[in-house]
């Protein structure tokens, strides 16, 4: 009877073990995911550029992954307190986030955000910047705005100090040797308003501000900082056309997590992610917004994020 006790148990536990290895999945991944409902942290409040973008993308991830994207935004700090939160939660991949270009600039001004911290899935869209001066501006060209700028000093309004915006501005004037003089506001809305007002000679904001005023007549654009130009703006010159070097800001975004996110899962939500971009509702509310849906895969966007880090080591440091 003891013995076969034993051996009784014995093919139960063989059969236990047998059933944990077909469920487990991957080694690393801990089991077959996602099987529970994702969180994706916004480090704004709702109704605004990176809110909407992040529940256009959530809303097309849903039908690929089979469950839930839940959205919540926790803003604050210039989004540091959204990155932190992410930051500190199990590498799983159940809780990822929004990341915008700060999140490659909040470290040299004083917070405590680094992209060594973070596991980087993909980027999924870019705001270029655009300079724009008032319609009625004495400044026809971008050429003609460095050359003032090169003899007097020019007030260009920004999103904020320590912004992609005044980041832009102080780069330009790196570039060329221009004397300005950045202007804070509060978002790049208002330093577009500011621009309209006649407040200021110039303003840097993320295309789809720009495009809103010029399709109004209130504001000239004179340069996009991309690598090309804007199908919105078909007439208006890079900065490398117009010999400004390399002057390359947007206010891009990406999806991240937390440091050391095993390869399966980022796997799974790199692929899942590539294909929700080709969604045409995701496609539209980017697009709608004046901005462009921009792909790189896990790889290429860590190595992105990083280099903008260096890059705005430089600038704002």
């Known amino acids: 009877m003891k013995n076969r006790r034993f051996a009784i148990a014995s093919a139960v536990a063989a059969t236990a073990l047998a059933l944990g290895a077909c469920s487990g999945g991957s080694d690393e991944g801990g089991g077959d995911f996602p099987d529970k409902d994702i969180t994706l942290i916004v480090q704004a409040d709702a109704g605004g550029g990176s809110d909407l973008t992040s529940r256009a993308l ?10 839930s994207i839940v959205v919540e935004n926790r803003p604050g700090a210039s989004g540091s307190t ?11 991949g159940y809780t990822i986030g929004f990341g915008p270009v700060e999140i490659a600039m909040l470290g040299h001004q004083g917070y405590d955000i680094d992209p060594d911290d973070f596991t980087f899935l993909s980027q999924i869209m870019n ?18 705005f460095v050359e003032a700028g090169q003899s007097e000093e020019l007030s260009i309004a920004n999103s904020g ?36 007002g006649n407040q200021v000679d110039a303003g840097v904001s993320g295309s789809g501000e720009a495009l809103a005023a010029m399709d109004e007549g209130q504001v000239k654009p004179l340069v996009v900082f991309n690598d090309e130009r804007l199908d919105d703006m078909p007439d208006v ?52 917004s004046g ?20 890059r705005f080591a430089e600038l704002l440091g």
């Open 237 to 288: 010159p890079t900065a490398a056309e117009a010999g400004l070097g390399d002057l390359e800001f947007g206010g891009w975004g990406g999806i991240y997590g937390p440091k050391d996110i095993p390869s399966d899962v980022v796997s799974t939500l790199e692929s899942a992610i590539s294909e929700a971009l080709e969604s045409e509702d995701y496609e539209k509310t980017v697009t709608n």
């Open 291 to 310: 901005n462009l849906v921009v792909h790189k895969d896990a790889e290429a966007h860590d190595e992105f994020v990083h280099s903008e880090y260096e």
């Open 82 to 92: 959204a990155m932190q939160y992410v930051r500190d939660q199990e590498a799983d």
């Open 58 to 67: 959530a809303s097309a991830l849903e039908p690929i992954l089979d469950v």
């Open 127 to 144: 705001a270029p910047g655009v300079l724009s001066v008032p319609a009625d501006s004495p400044y026809d060209s971008i050429e003609e």
């Open 161 to 196: 100090a320590g912004s992609i915006w005044e980041a832009a501005a102080l780069g330009l004037a790196a570039e060329t040797g221009m004397q300005i003089s950045p202007v804070p506001f509060d978002g790049g809305g208002p330093a577009v308003a500011a621009v309209i």
